[in-house]
């Protein structure tokens, strides 16, 4: 069964046991839908990563998302930091893990149709130590996802640009540090259409989405603000395929879509119930 999220008449990224870190195939007949045929692309997809290391995968068709997943892979490990961000620049979002306490990056490339290839294991962040929280997406514009940082210790916001093969730390960009602060949870997605991702800030129940530009971090307002109570992840993905990132909310089974209409969000989000629970992930999977 599948439940249309978001185009109202209106409007007409657990702790748990590491698995190894075998890549499972998929089976073709997993990405097909209900009625036996594969689903077509539309907006971003969703991927739920959970506490046995196991990606979910909700394959977006006609800005619908399934109850069900169409595919799920068994991949890295479940206590790591994990994000579904463009690597190698292809249009395609891969599947990024950074483990706690090291500046390593492990990256498991998307081939086409939700297939990852092997891990494949980066040191970049040589001198980022273990600042946390990090953030991916593209901060500077330029079709690659990057890393962002909190620096705790003097309120900085650092983006370690991706030049393909590596984070480069001499060329970050530091943000004035004016009182983000990194408390709270973050996320990123494209809500103004420019290109760049913005940063979504989830702290108790107050969301904040904060633009970025060329790699800097505007803290003078915020693009978007909203309340949602018992709300355990915020991200943007963009479900209408229109360029601008919709802000979802995650209370860890209901998946809630306020669509972005340019200048504000909708009062009302659309929902649906995923009967699942884990960390959800937006991204180009196909």
């Known amino acids: 069964m599948h439940l249309l999220i978001a185009l109202l008449a209106c409007t007409g990224e657990g702790d748990g046991p590491a698995k190894d870190d075998s890549v499972v195939a998929p089976d073709d007949s997993q990405t097909q839908d209900d009625t036996g045929e594969v689903p077509t692309a539309a907006g971003q997809d969703l ?28 991949i890295g490990k479940s206590q790591d930091w994990t994000a579904l961000a463009d690597f190698d620049g292809d249009g395609l979002d891969d599947f990024w893990q950074m483990p706690s306490g090291s500046n390593k990056v492990r990256i498991w490339m998307n081939e086409g149709s939700v297939t990852f290839s ?68 973050w996320a990123s997605g494209d809500f103004d259409g420019d290109g760049t991702d913005d940063l979504v800030q989830l702290a108790g129940s107050d969301i904040r989405v904060w633009r970025v530009s060329e790699g800097l971090v505007d803290e003078t307002a915020p693009l978007f603000a909203t309340t949602t109570p018992g709300a355990v992840q915020a991200f943007g993905l963009d479900i209408d395929d229109d360029g601008d990132a919709d802000l979802c909310t995650w209370g860890g089974s209901t998946l809630s879509v306020f669509l972005n209409e340019g200048d504000a969000l909708t009062a009302e989000a659309s929902e649906v119930f995923l009967n699942t629970s884990g960390f959800l992930l937006a991204g180009d999977l196909r």
């Open 47 to 74: 991927g739920l990563f959970t506490a046995s290391a196991n990606l979910k995968v909700y394959l977006n068709s006609g800005q619908t998302l399934p109850e069900s997943p169409n595919q799920e892979i068994t």
């Open 118 to 185: 092997e891990e494949h294991q980066f040191d970049p962040l040589s001198g980022a130590g273990t600042r946390r929280p990090a953030v991916a997406g593209d901060f500077n514009g330029d079709g690659a996802d990057d890393i962002l940082l909190f620096n705790t210790s003097n309120d900085k916001v650092i983006v370690y640009p991706n030049v393909i093969g590596q984070f480069d730390v001499e060329d970050g960009k530091i943000s004035a540090g004016t009182g983000l602060g990194g408390s709270g949870d």
